[in-house]
């Protein structure tokens, strides 16, 4: 069906090393977000086949995963749109590689930084947008600065997703490429 998918073996050596048979580790304990994680998995893909049963091994992997990592990442824990990045990795790997990419992607592509510190960095992000659009974009910006239409009102989700969940797949699964592939 899809995909043009690629990740490198460089893709697993992780920033905390740990074995691959963690995630089974951090998944028999408890989290605080399990809540919050259940409520989430259910509005991840529910239109994708693997994903669309409550209970199905698509939600079930995709509990396991968002609860393995915000047991793993105390700081951060599980946020809110966590679930769609998992959610493509577990479209093209096992539970157990997934969990070592979301974790590579949070630490080593600093993902995790736009979480902490009530979002300082995320801001940051919104202000190097408009003024990326400012530059290249100058009508565009114009057109949005008159509409009062602000970079956090449609890019938070971007950001705080990689772009996984407003996108359409074979979209995502490219931007996912050039993420794992592209980027030294």
């Known amino acids: 069906m899809l995909l043009n998918f690629r990740v490198r073996k460089e893709s697993f050596v992780l920033f905390k090393p740990f074995p691959l048979q963690s995630c089974t580790c951090f998944r028999i304990k408890d989290s605080a977000q399990e809540s919050v994680i259940t409520r989430d998995i259910h509005r991840t893909f529910p239109a994708h086949d693997y994903f669309k049963d409550t209970g199905g091994d698509g939600q079930e992997s995709l509990y396991k995963i968002c609860k393995a990592y915000s047991v793993y990442d105390e700081d951060i824990g ?107």
């Open 78 to 184: 599980y946020c809110q749109g966590q679930s769609f990045l998992a959610a493509v990795l577990l479209l093209h790997m096992p539970e157990e590689q997934a969990f070592c990419v979301l974790v590579k992607i949070m630490y080593d592509y600093h993902l995790r930084d736009l979480y902490k510190n009530n979002f300082e960095v995320l801001h940051c992000k919104f202000y190097q947008l408009e003024r990326l659009m400012q530059e290249q974009l100058p009508d565009l910006h114009s057109h949005f600065c008159d509409l009062n239409l602000e970079a956090h009102m449609y890019a938070s989700q971007w950001f705080l997703t990689l772009f996984t969940a407003k996108f359409p797949l074979c979209m995502v699964f490219h931007i996912i490429d050039l993420l794992l592939c592209e980027v030294e």
